[in-house]
C-alpha cells in the first residue's frame, strides 16, 4: 500500500473517530437532559415535515391535471400545518412521539416472539425471542407510564442509540488504523 494511500485513511479514520466521540459524547448529554433531548429531536422531526411540505407545494405545481394540483397542494399545506404546529408546541409533539415509540415497540416485541416461534429451531433465535421480551417490555413500561414518560423516554432511547454508534464507529475505526498499521 502506497504511503499516500496510508495517509488518506489515517486521516479518514481521524475524522471517523472524532466523529465517533463526539456521538458518544452527545448520547451522555442526551441521557443526562433527556427531556431537553427529547425537545431536539421533535425540533428535527418537526422541520423535517416542513421541508417534505414545501417539496409536496414545489410539486403541486408541476402536477398533470386539477385534481393532482389540488391533492398535493392540501397535503403540502398539511405538512406544513403540522411541521409548524409540533415546532410551536414541542411538549406536545414529545408526548405524540413517545406515544407512536411505546405502540411500534409493542408490536415489534409481539412480532419478534412470534419469529422466535417460527424460527426456533435455527441457531440463535433464542437471541430473537429475547430481543421480543425486552421490545415488549419496554413498550408497555412507556405506554404505562405515558404520558410522564415522554420526559424521559425518547431522549434516553436517542442517548443509548447514539452512544452505541459513537462506540462502533470508535471501534471500527480503530480496527481500521490497526489493519492499515499491520499492512504497512
Do not use: C
Amino acid at each position: 500500500m502506497t504511503q499516500s494511500a496510508n495517509n488518506a485513511i489515517r486521516q479518514a479514520s481521524n475524522w471517523s473517530i472524532a466523529w465517533g466521540a463526539l456521538l458518544i459524547i452527545l448520547g451522555m448529554l442526551a441521557i443526562g437532559s433527556p427531556f431537553l433531548a427529547a425537545i431536539a429531536v421533535t425540533g428535527f422531526i418537526a422541520w423535517l415535515i416542513i421541508v417534505a411540505g414545501v417539496v409536496h407545494l414545489f410539486l403541486a405545481f408541476h402536477a398533470h391535471g386539477p385534481g393532482s394540483l389540488i391533492w398535493k397542494l392540501l397535503v403540502g399545506l398539511a405538512y406544513l400545518f403540522f411541521g409548524g404546529y409540533l415546532i410551536v408546541n414541542p411538549v406536545l409533539g414529545v408526548a405524540s412521539l413517545t406515544l407512536v415509540f411505546a405502540t411500534l415497540f409493542l408490536i415489534e416485541g409481539v412480532l419478534n416472539i412470534i419469529l422466535f416461534f417460527k424460527m426456533r429451531s435455527v441457531g440463535g433465535s433464542g437471541w430473537v425471542l429475547l430481543d421480543g421480551i425486552v421490545t415488549l417490555l419496554l413498550g408497555v413500561m412507556i405506554y404505562m407510564q405515558w404520558p410522564s414518560s415522554s420526559a424521559w423516554a425518547i431522549g434516553i432511547l436517542v442517548g443509548i442509540g447514539m452512544i452505541f454508534s459513537g462506540v462502533t464507529r470508535l471501534m471500527l475505526s480503530l480496527a481500521v488504523r490497526r489493519s492499515v498499521a499491520a499492512i504497512a
